[in-house]
């Protein structure tokens, strides 16, 4: 049998973020709700009396809530709902005027510009392109991205601005599915999307837990592509068959 598909993960895989830390995280995180501040205030949410640290109190609680009630159930809980909800709450207080006039554009775009710190951070390794480059002109392998990210276009906008965009059949991430790796729904899910079944072949690489173990339970072969340093609390890969790469152009290695 012969591989059909290849299904990449984003962050460490084919991007990377340069001396990744929480603190840099958040303050691209609190960059990025400052500045959704101005386009709440060009549509009249936000009054002059509110002051920005409302916002980025209100916003990290139920982000923070949130993410511990991702960590249990696996679902997704996307930036456009969170905005929402903390709109919502501070309408239901009367802080705000009505916000009948925000709809789905509306969030996603305030989660496009809270996210669009965080995007600058992420580049592409220099094997990226190359590796991308030569496995388009295997004619009958199929490509796909799958990232766990709470804002689809911020995903498909890095892709684009380096041009990496039009190399992948398929683009799923957990914002847009709803759950997140390593639940195996994600996974086939993702085949679906690049007209792929669980009967074809699909090699699946990442660089943590989420990728292998999800790819695995999926019942696909998993290459681990290594990072350079530990994520805290990394948790154990108890995967058998596991193949581990240094970075993305030795997967060319394992196509046969
Ligand atoms: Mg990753």
């Known amino acids: 049998m012969s591989i059909k598909g290849i299904i990449f993960d984003y962050g460490f895989t084919l991007f990377h973020f340069d001396n990744p830390s929480v603190e840099r995280y958040y303050e691209c995180f609190k960059n990025g709700l400052l500045k959704s501040v101005e386009l709440l205030k060009k549509k009249r949410i936000w009054n002059d009396k509110l002051t920005d640290e409302l916002l980025i109190q209100r916003f990290s609680k139920k982000r923070e809530q949130y993410w511990r009630e991702s960590r249990k159930t696996k679902k997704e809980f996307p930036t456009s709902f969170i905005y929402k909800e903390v709109l919502e709450s501070l309408q239901e207080e009367n802080l705000i005027d009505k916000i009948d006039h925000l709809d789905e554009v509306a969030y996603e775009k305030l989660a496009e510009i809270y996210h ?26 199929k490509l796909a991205v799958l990232s766990n990210h709470p804002n689809h276009t911020m995903i498909e906008n890095s892709l684009k601005e380096y041009n990496l965009f039009t190399y992948f059949d398929a683009i799923v991430t957990s914002a847009k599915f709803g759950k997140r790796k390593p639940d195996p729904e994600i996974f086939y899910y993702t085949l679906e999307q690049m007209g792929l079944t669980i009967n074809n072949e699909c090699l699946v690489c990442g660089d943590e837990y989420a990728d292998v173990v999800g790819g695995d339970r999926a019942g696909m072969q998993t290459i681990l592509c290594e990072r350079k340093y530990k994520f805290p609390f990394e948790r154990e890969l108890d995967v058998q068959d596991l193949i581990r790469i240094d970075d993305i152009s030795e997967i060319l290695k394992h196509l046969d």
């Open 116 to 141: 669009s710190f965080e995007q600058k951070e992420w580049k592409p390794f220099p094997q990226t392109k190359e590796t991308l480059e030569k496995l388009s002109k295997y004619e009958d392998i």
